[in-house]
């Protein structure tokens, strides 16, 4: 069974960082593909930051350089630091796993990150 669990969500002040973890048990890394997403209330979900084989990144326009994606395929586990936060950062992130050939597709649960003004 395929498992994604988030942690490290929480209140931060704007100005400040998190760092959020995602441990995938089940499945190995490998060369496949992970990425952060965020949903806001009402909206749909939205493309955070995504990394690739060979540790390509990807970043949605709003990181503007504040965010970094990492993997660490010997601990399974994906990390997404965050700074400089705003108060639009504030959602429900979620990690997600999907194999390199779209045949496999996994989500987290999802982390509450607030961020107060």
């Known amino acids: 069974q395929v498992r994604l669990v988030e942690s490290g969500g929480g209140l931060v002040q704007a100005g400040g960082s998190l760092r959020l973890s995602c441990e995938v048990s089940?499945?190995?890394?490998?060369?496949?593909?992970m990425a952060w997403y965020r949903q806001h209330p009402g909206k749909e979900r939205e493309l955070v930051a995504g990394?690739?084989?060979?540790?390509?990144?990807k970043y949605g326009e709003f990181v503007e350089g504040r965010f970094t994606i990492s993997r660490d395929n010997a601990v399974n586990t994906v990390y997404l630091e965050m700074n400089s936060m705003k108060p639009e950062d504030t959602a429900v992130y979620y990690c997600?796993?999907?194999?390199?050939?779209?045949?496999?597709?996994?989500w987290g649960q999802g982390t509450q990150v607030t961020v107060s003004s």
């Open positions: 997600n796993f999907r194999s390199i050939d779209n045949s496999e597709d996994y």
């Open positions: 089940g499945i190995g890394l490998g060369f496949n593909v």
């Open positions: 990394i690739f084989p060979g540790r390509v990144t």
